[in-house]
Nanobody, 120 residues
Framework: VQLQASGGGLVQAGGSLRLSCAASGEIFKVNEMGWYRQASGKGRELVAGITSGGSTNYADSVKGRSTISWDNVKRAVNLQMNNLEPEDTGVYYC???????????????WGKGTQVTVSS
């Protein structure tokens, strides 16, 4: 199982970015996926998550500015971030709780991080 992330980059404060992450491999079921971020010198924190049933949750810091969505056909999660702030700067990691393998097991998978830099 692999998680391939795309998006990220450098953007000015007030701008927007869209992060995408697609899961591939011998997947039986994707339970939930989400995005975490890690700012320099800080721990990894949840930005937004979505379950296969469509339930979502957001960090308080991004509520109202971000929307997470799930593409069941592509097995991809998208995070649209608007009105970005310098505090949103960090490395963003895609995460997925996926049922895969033989025997089937629920495991957390991580994609490679993608840098998001918001300039003031």
């Amino acid at each position: 199982v692999q998680l391939q992330a795309s998006g990220g980059g450098l953007v000015q404060a007030g701008g927007s970015l869209r992060l995408s992450c697609a899961a591939s491999g011998e997947i039986f079921k994707v339970n939930e996926m989400g995005w975490y971020r890690q700012a320099s010198g800080k721990g990894r924190e949840l930005v937004a998550g979505i379950t296969s049933g469509g339930s979502t949750n957001y960090a308080d810091s991004v509520k109202g500015r971000s929307t997470i969505s799930w593409d069941n056909v592509k097995r991809a999660v998208n995070l649209q971030m608007n009105n970005l702030e310098p505090e949103d700067t960090g490395v963003y990691y895609c995460n997925g709780w996926i049922v895969a393998g033989t025997p089937l097991a629920l495991t957390a998978y991580w994609g490679k991080g993608t840098q998001v830099t918001v300039s003031s």
